[in-house]
């Protein structure tokens, strides 16, 4: 099944891949590059794509937190394999690297890619999410390190032409790794339905991922097709909606808890979540969303609909339960110098995508409360 969302076609369930090599052939594809992971060749459909009749060049040589030397390799083999398609198959590394070599392919490589002025360019890009957690396949957002410094690129050229939503590829990811890209999915749709930046489309879309994942999160969980196919099409909900308006604190308070503790950003971000939530349901009055209090609350009611919970109190304890469940607990160890390290890494741009003011004592509590 194919359906066109603004100037990107999704095509949900394609285990066959006759549809991404009909594409390939409709663009007159000479050779395009496989930007994949190393768990690519478990894929029931890699066979599929490593058989297509179109050449194609690998392109696997990054870490899990892409670098910007990782991307410049990528784009001196695309330029010297010849590629003029690139198909990304893998989690959000796998796609943040694939975005950045499509953008920076038409780039002057004797100088700093991220200096240069971010350009549309006619390199078909195309996206197989193997987690249904980032929806990356649909944002126009990709994460590099440069200089050790995590750097976001944004332009709209990253938002893949094509994104496959193939349930087979889940088929294989392990249960904990499931339910933190579940997490994941879910908290970028609560994060976007309260940020600053949303619009009537972009809650449309927070509500269709809440939906999706409260509907499928039982099948999803036992490795069922269709939950898996749903989480997917959650995922991707949910990614459209962050397009929108970008994510907020828990994710921004969510980074630096991955690298310390070495917990999977799903895990992390969605610890922070209803910590901030409960503040924010605590302190209207710091409400800094121009539409104003009323509202914000009529928000949070709103968000406790969706969520199928009586009220916005008990859509945080819903939350609450959901974790202990699928039994996420905080990772021990916090002292005071890795807590001083946790507020002072926190992104201020998100902070001001949230609706409620916080600042860095707020930070403090939020992260002992975390813990």
């Given at each position: 099944m194919?359906?066109?969302?603004?100037n990107?076609?999704?095509?949900t369930?394609?285990a066959s891949?006759?549809?991404?090599?009909?594409?390939l052939?409709?663009?007159?594809?000479?050779?395009?590059?496989?930007?994949?992971g190393?768990?690519?060749?478990?894929?029931?459909?890699?066979?599929?794509?490593k058989?297509?009749?179109?050449?194609h060049?690998?392109?696997?040589?990054f870490?899990?937190?892409?670098?910007?030397?990782?991307?410049?390799?990528g784009v001196?083999?695309?330029s010297?394999?010849e590629?003029d398609?690139?198909l990304?198959?893998?989690?959000?590394?796998?796609?943040?690297?694939?975005?950045?070599?499509?953008?920076?392919?038409?780039?002057?490589?004797?100088?700093?890619f991220?200096?240069?002025?971010?350009l549309?360019?006619?390199i078909?890009?195309?996206?197989i999410?193997?987690?249904?957690?980032?929806g990356s396949?649909?944002t126009?957002?990709?994460?590099i390190?440069?200089?050790?410094?995590?750097?976001?690129?944004t332009?709209?050229?990253l938002?893949?032409?094509?994104?496959?939503?193939?349930?087979?590829v889940?088929d294989?990811?392990?249960?904990y790794q499931?339910?933190?890209?579940?997490?994941?999915?879910?908290?970028?749709a609560?994060?976007?339905w309260?940020?600053?930046n949303?619009t009537?489309e972009?809650?449309?879309?927070?509500?269709?991922?809440?939906?999706?994942?409260?509907?499928?999160?039982d099948?999803?969980?036992?490795?069922?097709?269709?939950?898996?196919a749903?989480?997917?099409?959650?995922?991707?909900?949910?990614?459209?909606a962050?397009n929108?308006?970008?994510?907020?604190?828990?994710?921004?308070?969510?980074?630096?808890i991955?690298?310390?503790?070495?917990?999977?950003?799903?895990?992390?971000v969605?610890?922070?979540?209803?910590k901030?939530?409960?503040?924010?349901l605590?302190?209207?009055?710091?409400?800094i969303?121009?539409?104003?209090?009323?509202?914000?609350?009529?928000?949070?009611?709103?968000?406790a609909?969706?969520?199928?919970?009586?009220?916005?109190e008990?859509?945080?304890?819903?939350?609450e339960r959901?974790?202990?469940?699928l039994d996420?607990?905080?990772p021990?160890?916090?002292?005071?110098?890795?807590?001083h390290?946790?507020?002072?890494?926190?992104?201020l741009?998100?902070?001001?995508?949230s609706p409620?003011?916080?600042?860095?004592?707020?930070?403090?509590s939020?992260?002992?409360?975390?813990?």
């Open positions: 194919s359906e066109v969302l603004s990107q076609q999704i095509i369930g394609d891949c006759e549809e991404v090599l009909r594409i052939q409709s663009h007159g594809t000479r050779r395009f590059m496989l930007v994949c190393s768990s690519f060749h478990s894929l029931s459909i890699a066979e599929k794509i058989g297509f009749s179109i050449p060049t690998v392109f696997s040589d870490s899990p937190n892409p670098k910007y030397e990782d991307i410049r390799k001196a083999l695309f010297s394999s590629c398609f690139v990304s198959v893998g989690g959000g590394s796998s796609m943040d690297v694939a975005k950045c070599i499509k953008l920076f392919a038409t780039m002057d490589p004797k100088q700093l991220l200096k240069q002025d971010y549309e360019n006619d078909p890009l195309m996206a999410p193997t987690t249904a957690g980032t396949e649909s126009r957002y990709a994460v390190y440069h200089e050790g410094e995590k750097l976001s690129v332009h709209g050229s938002v893949p032409k094509y994104a496959v939503l193939e349930p087979s889940l294989t990811l392990p249960l499931k339910k933190c890209c579940m997490l994941d999915a879910l908290c970028q609560i994060e976007s309260w940020s600053v949303s009537n972009s809650i449309s879309h927070a509500r269709q991922a809440i939906m999706l994942v409260l509907e499928h999160i099948g999803y969980l036992a490795n069922e097709s269709a939950g898996n749903g989480m997917l099409l959650a995922s991707n909900w949910a990614g459209r962050i929108i308006t970008q994510t907020t604190a828990p994710h921004a308070m969510s980074y630096k991955t690298s310390l503790f070495g917990i999977p950003h799903g895990h992390a969605a610890l922070c979540l209803p901030v939530w409960r503040f924010m605590d302190n209207l009055d710091l409400c969303d121009p539409r104003g209090k009323e509202y914000l609350v009529s928000v949070f009611d709103e968000l609909t969706a969520l199928g919970t009586k009220g916005p008990e859509a945080v304890l819903w939350f959901l974790l202990g469940t996420m607990k905080a021990e160890g916090l002292d005071e110098e890795k807590l390290v946790l507020v002072a890494s926190v992104n741009q998100r902070l001001q995508n409620v003011k916080l600042d860095a004592v707020a930070l403090q939020l992260y002992e409360k975390v813990f």
